[in-house]
């Protein structure tokens, strides 16, 4: 580990970690942090190279950021946990429950793509123009290489397979809003995968956990009482 995430916690219960998305901190979460922490521990990552985390020298990929979750829970001792990843950070989610399934106890999915081709054109497109012109002067310029890198996690990954994800073995709750930047009927592919995964699509943008943060967190609260 060539780096320690930064993190915010508050709550000293069961475990509960949340993964913000591309370009986004920990803070992201203001409404979830605050909420569950009478109920769980909850820690809010700052992802490699992203919020106070530092950039650190191995690789820029979502890949990357999902051994970095693993080194951080071995740092805290956390065994198992509950874990909310929005956008990149449910992206990470997935990657991560795959390879660690004994690592999560329930998994909470809000607007993630399994490929670049999940995310609708009118927003992907910009994004792909973006990458290339900050790649033409991230040898030039230092933000520009940032940018660069931070927009090639939306255009170079995560690329995971459909029948890769029967290896999350927890109880998964996908969640999306009904005009969220992810083509609903990849959000459904996802769900339909991932074994016995419940599915919520409620009115919001992909912003949901933030814009409509009341009935967001209701969603979630229920879905884990079902479970335990």
Known sequence: MDIALYYREKGDKEPFILLHGNGQDGSYFKHQIDYFSNRYRVIAFDTRGHGRSARGTKPFTIEQFSRDLYDSMEELEISRAVILGFSDGANIAMKFAMKYPNRVKALILNGGNLNPGGVKITTQLPIEIGYKITGWFASRSPKAKKAAEML???????????????????????????????????????????????????????FIADKRYRIFNKEIEGFLQAIR
Request: hydrophobic content about 35%.
């Open 152 to 206: 090639g996690l939306m255009v170079n990954d995560p690329n995971i397979e459909p029948k890769e994800l029967s290896k999350i073995t927890a109880p998964t709750l996908v969640i999306c809003g009904g005009n969220d930047m992810i083509r609903e009927s990849h959000t459904k592919e996802i769900a339909e995968n991932i074994p016995d995964a419940r599915l919520s699509v409620i009115k919001g943008d992909h």
